[in-house]
């Protein structure tokens, strides 16, 4: 596993066949060399906890071998470069605790391969676009400024497996029915955003907590201690503000 600190350059591809480098923590600061995009066997790219600046290179992308990137704790801003699903067998993009905005790239909906997309603590904003992430497991888009209503056909990512989180957000509307439809290990969390209406009850809605909704003032129905009642034009009106929590 080659790294690299301080003012030191990436090892040149013509040099050795680097397939990793690990720089987390090191106090590195700078842009990130465009130059790792020629390392075409390199498979992981650890490069978080430093003091990275600037947009994420779009050459970095042609590193064609690569499943593994951690740029998460860094001062990134930018968009995603458009060649980010170049990558044919990316699995992991972490992300967290950078500047990173704009929407939510459609072209996303291409990194098939994906099993843990991490984006929470950045500047995304507007919908989250509909996609086919069928390998995704982890998905982590909390703390951002996404709108909208929660996509219906999240519930179709029939693998996730550990978070789904689009906490601190802004998001509107009705909680899909169709995130029922999720593994029953997936933990959600919805917190704060300003969702409306009542928590649907099937499937995997069965295994959350009150923590999972909790600052969505409009939000009903168990388990939040706020009874749905229905008036006569069928629309849900709160009736407490509390939450059940079993110890």
């Known amino acids: 596993m080659a790294s690299f600190s ?18 987390a ?3 590195l600061r700078g842009y990130i060399p465009s130059e790792l995009g020629s390392l ?6 650890n490069l978080h906890d430093d003091d990275f600046y600037g947009s994420i290179p779009n050459q970095l992308f042609n590193a064609s071998s690569l499943h593994s990137i951690f740029l998460y704790g860094n001062s990134l801003n930018g968009s995603l ?20 905005s704009g929407p939510l790239p459609k072209f996303l909906r291409n990194c098939r391969q994906l099993q ?22 982890q998905l982590d888009l909390s703390a951002n400024e996404f709108n909208g209503s929660i996509p219906v056909d ?6 996730l497996s550990e978070t789904l989180n689009l906490s601190f957000n802004h998001f509107t509307g009705k909680i899909p029915k ?49 009874t749905c ?11 407490s503000d509390s939450a059940y929590i079993n110890v």
């Open 6 to 23: 301080g003012n030191d350059r990436p090892p040149k591809s013509a040099d050795l066949r680097v397939v990793g480098i690990t720089a």
């Open 25 to 27: 923590g090191k106090n």
């Open 40 to 45: 075409i066997y390199l498979r992981r790219l």
């Open 81 to 100: 470069p458009p060649s980010t699903c170049n990558l044919p067998l990316l699995q992991n993009l972490d992300l967290l605790k950078n500047s990173i």
């Open 116 to 137: 843990r997309l991490i984006l929470a603590g950045n500047d995304f904003s507007d919908e989250i676009p509909e996609g086919e992430l069928a390998n995704l497991e």
């Open 154 to 159: 999240i519930g179709e990512l029939k693998s």
């Open 178 to 226: 169709t995130l029922g439809d999720l593994p029953l290990t997936v933990s959600f969390d919805l917190r704060n955003n300003n969702l409306t209406g009542e928590i649907p009850q099937t499937g995997s809605f069965a295994n959350q907590g009150p923590t999972a909704f909790l600052n969505n003032s409009m939000l009903c129905g168990f388990p939040l201690q706020r």
């Open 229 to 239: 009642k229905i008036n006569s034009e069928n629309t849900p009106r709160i009736q």
